[in-house]
Structures are given as structure tokens and as C-alpha cells.
């Protein structure tokens, strides 16, 4: 009887996951579920394929602050709109209450090696709060292994904005705004380019003035660090990842 459940929920599982592929392969801004997210561009590396993304909410408490995604990502062929290559993830609910927000596909040219050219999702998360705002963007890279979307660089925030504020609102405290830009450096390893990260943070105090509000930016900071690749993909120091 158990093996039949099991059995049972691994067909439901391919069902599903069948029905994404084909919505996907369709590479239209249709929306198939309330609360679905879903974008689709042109991959310049490879003419007539498209890059396809949704993020489909699972089943969860109702009351959840920030519900479960199954994300897909897939490449398409512009013609038929047949799916070439996919990946697929199940994104957790946090437990700081970030709420997915918004997907972007990136096509800069991330050339990894000779033969690999990566593209790029950026995914927006949120937190909606008068005394504790978020909002961060998390950057990861793809590249196409036969039928797969192997990520080589996954969990990179690139855009990170927070602050903390007494219960008057945004008029007593502090915020932060802190971006990186992704570089090719000169460098190599595992016969893959090093990739340069570039950091730049700008903190700002927040007071009652004699003007009312006020705000001062303190003096900017930048860093740099460089990721090699260690034969699968491009390891990230926790630093790099946020909250």
C-alpha cells in the first residue's frame, strides 16, 4: 500500500511538472494561477531560442507570510516553442517574511569559458514594513549541459535596501543601500574566467530637523572579491548571500 502511494504522489509530481514545461514552452505572458509570476526574452547567445520563467505558488497554510514557489526556468525554440532545456527548483518560504517579488532575465554576456555562455534570473524579495523595510534582488547564472540548466552561479545579492526606524516612521534611524556589479576578470581556473564582484554600501541617518525630516548620507565604502570556479560552479562566501 505504501508503495503505491508513493507511486501514486511520484505520477501526481510528473503530471505537474509536465503541465509547467508546457506552459512555459508557450513563452506568452499568460498567467496559469493567481499569484504566478512569469517572464520571457529572446537569449542573443543562441538565435530563435527564448529564455522562459515562472514561478508557480505551491499549496501551503493560507495564512502564510510568504508563500512557496515552484520556480521553472526553461529554454524555448522561438519556431514551435518546444522546450530544449529546464530547470526546476522549489523556492522555501522564509522565515523572515520576504515575499517573492518579481523575476528579470538577464542576457548580458557572461561568456564562462570557450564553451559555456551563461544568462542570468534576478529574482526581487520583499518585506513590507514601516519599521524594518527589506528589499534585496538575488542573482543567479545558467548556462546549458544537454537537456539541463545547471546553475554555475546561484544566490548573489546584487541590490540590497533595508532600514531600521523608530515607531514615528521614516523620520528617526538609519538605512543602508548597498549594490554590486558582476565582472569577467582576467584570471582563470578549471578552465572558466574568474568572476570580479564589486561591493559599494551607502549608509544614511535619518532625523527631525528644522526643516522636519532630514537625512545624511555617510561617507561611501567599496570592496571587491574574486570567485573562481572549482569545477561545478562558483562557490559563494556568506558574505555575499545577505540575509
Not at 112 to 135: D, H, I, K
Request: hydrophobic share 35%; charged share 25%; proline share 6%.
Amino acid at each position: 500500500m505504501k508503495r503505491l502511494e508513493q507511486s501514486a504522489r511520484g505520477l501526481l509530481l510528473c503530471a505537474l511538472l509536465g503541465m509547467a514545461t508546457t506552459a512555459l514552452a508557450e513563452c506568452s505572458d499568460s498567467i496559469y494561477a493567481p499569484g504566478e509570476l512569469h517572464v520571457c526574452k529572446p537569449w542573443p547567445a543562441e538565435e530563435g531560442m527564448n529564455i522562459g520563467v515562472r514561478a508557480t505558488p505551491m499549496q501551503g497554510p493560507v495564512n502564510a507570510k510568504a508563500p512557496r514557489y515552484n520556480l521553472d526556468v526553461a529554454l524555448l525554440l522561438d519556431d514551435n516553442g518546444w522546450a530544449v532545456a529546464s530547470y526546476n527548483k522549489d523556492l522555501a518560504p522564509r522565515s523572515d517574511g520576504l515575499a517573492l517579488q518579481g523575476l528579470q532575465i538577464d542576457t548580458g554576456r557572461y561568456q564562462l569559458s570557450e564553451e559555456e555562455r551563461a544568462f542570468g534570473l534576478r529574482v526581487n524579495y520583499l518585506r513590507a514594513s514601516s519599521t524594518r523595510p527589506y528589499e534585496k534582488t538575488v542573482l543567479t547564472l545558467f548556462v546549458r549541459d544537454g537537456k539541463g540548466l545547471p546553475p554555475r552561479l546561484e544566490g548573489l545579492v546584487v541590490d540590497e535596501r533595508r532600514g531600521e526606524f523608530g515607531t514615528g516612521g521614516e523620520c528617526v534611524g538609519r538605512s543602508r543601500i548597498l549594490q554590486r556589479t558582476l565582472e569577467l576578470g582576467n584570471g582563470q581556473r578549471n578552465g572558466h574566467v574568474d568572476l570580479l564582484v564589486r561591493t559599494r554600501i551607502v549608509d544614511t541617518e535619518h532625523f527631525k530637523g528644522p526643516a522636519g525630516c532630514e537625512r545624511r548620507d555617510l561617507a561611501p565604502r567599496s570592496s571587491r572579491v574574486t570567485l573562481h570556479y572549482d569545477g561545478q560552479r562558483y562557490p559563494l562566501p556568506q558574505a555575499l548571500k545577505g540575509v
